[in-house]
């Protein structure tokens, strides 16, 4: 769900107050991110991809959350992740295998906390 006014588009991804904090990544290439996009860090260059649990290169463990989409499709691409803070769990991309459950314990442990959604 988004909210536009004048100049700004609000998207249910950001779900609390804890300090978010962001830093800049290197997408590897053959990736097209979306914000929100649960990524993982490749142990031997620190690119980072969609976290999958079948991967061996250490994405599989979930490290950031993309902050902006992001098309590395045609080559690597610089983007910003959120390193943390608190995200709503339903407006989030999981990579194949991987659910709130499967990744939580690996975000909190890095600062970043996922929230269920709360309609009013």
């Known amino acids: 769900m988004s909210v536009t006014d004048e100049s700004h588009v609000y998207d249910a991804l950001l779900a609390g107050d804890f300090p978010r904090v962001t830093k800049n990544v290197i997408v590897l290439s053959g990736q097209n991110l979306v914000r929100g996009a649960v990524v993982g860090e490749v142990t031997a260059n620190g690119k980072v991809l969609l976290s999958l649990?079948?991967?061996?290169?250490?994405?599989?463990?979930?490290?950031?959350?993309?902050?902006?989409?992001?098309?590395?499709?045609?080559?690597?691409?610089?983007?910003?992740?959120?390193?943390?803070?608190?995200?709503?769990?339903?407006?989030?991309?999981?990579?194949?295998?991987?659910?709130?459950?499967?990744?939580?314990?690996?975000?909190?442990?890095?600062?970043?906390?996922?929230?269920?959604?709360?309609?009013?």
Request: hydrophobic fraction near 45%; charge should be negative; proline fraction near 3%.
């Open 53 to 120: 649990t079948a991967a061996e290169d250490g994405s599989q463990t979930p490290s950031l959350i993309m902050a902006e989409a992001v098309d590395a499709s045609a080559g690597d691409a610089v983007g910003v992740a959120y390193a943390t803070g608190e995200f709503s769990e339903d407006a989030l991309t999981f990579g194949t295998a991987h659910t709130k459950a499967t990744t939580e314990a690996a975000l909190r442990a890095r600062g970043i906390f996922l929230k269920p959604t709360v309609s009013v």
